[in-house]
């Protein structure tokens, strides 16, 4: 069993940045891929960034490329995102998320475990 908490969320002028923190309990962290997602009012839950369980793999969604940033430290059982030059179409409900298996994917079937969300609301 993982259980994901996630912080960092809050209001933010577009351009700026936030940090989003996933810590994550159970031992079996460092050998699993983990995920970002989001979820805008009245939209569907999308993809937004992936890294594979030792961080050598990531896959971004096109929209985030090139402003945000996935890592992880297996030490402490942490995922971080950061996110810069913020846009107000980035505003939504931001989910961590923990796969089984070491590979990244962008599928939300994919995934197993998921935090609480945090929100994140970027004012233009």
């Known amino acids: 069993q993982v259980q994901l908490v996630e912080s960092g969320g809050g209001l933010v002028q577009a351009g700026g940045s936030l940090r989003l923190t996933c810590a994550a309990s159970g031992r079996t962290f460092s050998s699993v891929a983990m995920g970002w997602f989001r979820q805008a009012p009245g939209k569907e839950r999308e993809f937004v960034v992936a890294i594979s369980s030792s961080g050598g793999t990531t896959y971004y969604a096109e929209s985030v490329k090139g402003r945000f940033t996935i890592s992880r430290d297996n030490v402490k059982n942490t995922v971080y995102l950061q996110m810069n030059s913020l846009k107000p179409e980035d505003t939504a409900v931001y989910y961590c998320?923990?796969?089984?298996?070491?590979?990244?994917?962008?599928?939300?079937?994919?995934?197993?475990?998921w935090g609480q969300g945090t929100q994140v609301t970027v004012s233009s």
């Open positions: 998320a923990a796969r089984s298996v070491s590979a990244v994917t962008m599928r939300r079937s994919g995934y197993d475990y």
